[in-house]
């Protein structure tokens, strides 16, 4: 059952300062129930401070946040009742199998979900009695979402969940979060994969020297940051990029010549163009703008990767 708050997390003119450096600065942004909400944001940025503060393991220097409609600076104990976290460096018991270890979690709470119930969501139930060091990484990350679900929380963190998986692991934790928001949870989702964020989330913010720079929808981020959809002119090397010069943008990577196309009669003009000069070239790849293009233009002036 839902709080009588109308959003899962409300933040406004939160603050936090380590001294003289201002890490979080004047950031509001409402995240509503039932969501994925994306965190990104370069190293350094602001974001797991914001994530620790919401979390109450640190205290905001100014500023309010509630969560499910409490107060982080005086209901830090409902408020730990009613979320789940998956931190980014997750691990537990390695002689305990995966039942074991929910049962020991289990134990922390008044309340708390079925053990087989939690095993059978997280899609665990043939690596029941499995010793925890003995579980691949993707099956490992399985088991900490589960432990973040033992309360039975409305909100889930979970930080940097699939850090280090291969492909598939990786999507089959993917799965397990769509799930959560399916079953009417929230999850706050931050993470360095760009494809993941684009892929899972109903709602991105991006934060950057302790500011959000933009939150929206993917869709709608990628449509008002200025993003175009690019012609890759693949091994056209210079004669293409002669040829193709006359539009504003273009670039020549190596032997690929990069095309911004600001409506759809550039694509048949371009082609026309090389086929009449007969520059010879491998391929044409459209380039769609991504999630990751947003990023990195609205992050350009700080770079040094993400976390």
Partial sequence: MKDKSAWAIEISELVKEYGSIRAVDHISFKIPFGVIFAFLGPNGAGKTTTVEMLECLRTPSSGTASVLGLNIAKD???IRKRIGVLPQEFNTFDRLTVRESL??????YEKARDVDELISSVDLVDKANTQYKNLSGGLKQRVGVAIALVNDPQIV??????????PKARRGVWEIITKLRDEGKTVFLTTHYMEEAETLADIVAIILDGKIRAMDTTTNLINNHGCQTKLVV???GAGAFEALRRWRGTELSDS??????RDKKDLTKIVDLLDQRQIAFDELEMKKPSL?????????????GVS
């Fill in 76 to 78: 830090q104990n409902e």
């Fill in 103 to 108: 049962k020991y979690y289990a134990m922390m």
């Fill in 157 to 166: 963190f979970l930080d940097e969940p699939t850090e280090g998986l291969d």
């Fill in 234 to 236: 693949h091994g056209g």
């Fill in 256 to 261: 690929d010549v990069i095309v911004p196309l």
């Fill in 292 to 304: 990751e293009d947003v990023f990195l233009d609205l992050t350009a002036t700080n770079w040094e």
